[in-house]
């Protein structure tokens, strides 16, 4: 998709990473086509692309003091929507396999950003499970967990064979098995857990 940098954009960005607001919605009014394009692309539901489109400029504006280190703003755009739709996507995956194994609770009634932080705290227990492993063993979960990897692709883009991927992939996951017995709500978390790996 053709779209012009602003003018003097880096100098922009510093403005936002200091906190000026003005900037901000200037950077806002000229990129949220753009951004709004990246959500659709990565493909939620269309009546969900307005509401992921303002929760990433939501999400740059919180985190904007990393913005004086970026350089190619556009890069970091897609990068940041990206993130922000598959964790979305992630967590209407939690939200099902949830209703799966309780159809009992009434997700339907429930208002969708409600179903959306119960999914999240669910994938953020998860999460912080796997943030304790080591860090070639998390590398190679998360690879499995957010990219939907196969082992096959997996070892070749570590350059490793299959065999040690699926070693160190038995591993993580039985390390977060331990972690969520220890962590309550096991059925529901671990059950959440293995639907992750799921297509």
């Known amino acids: ?5 602003l003018h003097n954009e880096k100098e922009l960005l510093l403005k936002v990473a200091n906190g000026e607001r003005s900037a901000f919605q200037l950077l806002y009014r000229h990129y949220y086509p753009l951004v709004k ?4 692309f990565f493909g939620p539901s269309d009546t969900r692309v307005e509401d992921l489109t303002q929760d990433v400029f939501v999400r740059i504006w919180e985190k904007r003091e990393k913005l004086d280190g970026v350089e190619i703003f556009k890069s970091y755009l ?6 922000l739709v ?9 939200q099902r396999r949830f209703v799966e194994l309780e159809p009992s609770v009434d997700f339907v ?10 999914s999240g705290q ?12 080591p860090e070639g063993r998390r590398k190679i979960l998360k690879m499995s967990i957010d990219q939907g990897l196969t082992l096959d692709e ?5 350059q490793i064979s299959r065999s040690g991927v699926k070693k160190q992939l038995y591993a993580a996951t039985a390390f977060v098995r331990d972690y969520l017995r220890e962590h309550g709500e ?11 790996f799921e297509p």
């Open 1 to 5: 998709m053709p779209f012009e940098n």
């Open 37 to 40: 394009y990246y959500v659709s």
């Open 78 to 83: 897609k990068m940041m929507t990206r993130n």
């Open 86 to 94: 598959f964790n979305y996507l992630r967590a209407r995956k939690v």
């Open 109 to 118: 009634s429930g208002s969708d950003t409600e179903n959306q932080v119960l």
């Open 122 to 133: 669910y994938y953020d227990i998860i999460m912080k499970g796997v943030d304790l492993l």
């Open 154 to 158: 997996i070892a070749d883009s570590l």
């Open 186 to 196: 096991l059925s529901i978390l671990l059950y959440v857990f293995l639907s992750l």
